[in-house]
């Protein structure tokens, strides 16, 4: 089996002992960088390159004109709801507040999984992780924003 590309990047990385390097793959160029100081350097000098997204017609309607921060254009805009989230939602504090809360769902997805396989009659228990994980991340939401959940029903397990 092939190993993946950014394991042989590494491997070359190690063997030409170097922390930066400039790779042509294809018609492209890839930077590897191994040193988070260099890392942080590099994204903080071309943080626009990186936050720049194509405009597409899907991006649009799914984040309703670009009001949402993930899907909009590089801009003005971007950086005001940029400045909002680093500054007001996303902060150490706010996340300390609400990690009773990410906990307590964890423990939830967990006892849930748990009661499935070991309460059931017949020994072959089949869930399906994706469903309940996905209810699970919308009770994660739900608990944070409104304080309260939506109970994982028996048909997740289908």
């Not at 294809?26 to 997204?53: C, M, Q, W, Y």
């Not at 999984?113 to 072959?124: A, E, G, M």
Request: overall charge positive; glycine content about 4%; some cysteine.
């Amino acid at each position: 089996m092939k190993k993946p590309a950014f394991r042989w990047i590494h491997g070359l990385m190690e063997e030409l002992n170097t922390e930066i390097a400039c790779i042509k793959l294809g018609n492209a160029h890839v930077i590897p960088v191994t040193s988070p100081e260099i890392a942080r350097e590099f994204l903080k000098k071309h943080d626009s390159v990186f936050a720049s997204r194509p405009i597409t017609m899907a991006s649009d309607h799914l984040s309703r004109g670009f009001l949402t921060t993930v899907l909009s254009p590089q801009g003005d805009q971007w950086k005001k709801m940029r400045r909002i989230l680093t500054s007001e939602i996303l902060t150490p504090a706010r996340l300390k507040w609400l990690l009773p809360k990410r906990t307590e769902e964890a423990d939830n997805l967990v006892r849930f999984i748990y009661n499935q396989c070991n309460f059931t009659p017949d020994s072959s228990v089949v869930v399906n992780v994706r469903n309940v994980v996905r209810q699970s991340t919308g009770n994660v939401i739900r608990k944070m924003i409104f304080s309260t959940k939506f109970w994982i029903s028996t048909a997740m397990r289908r």
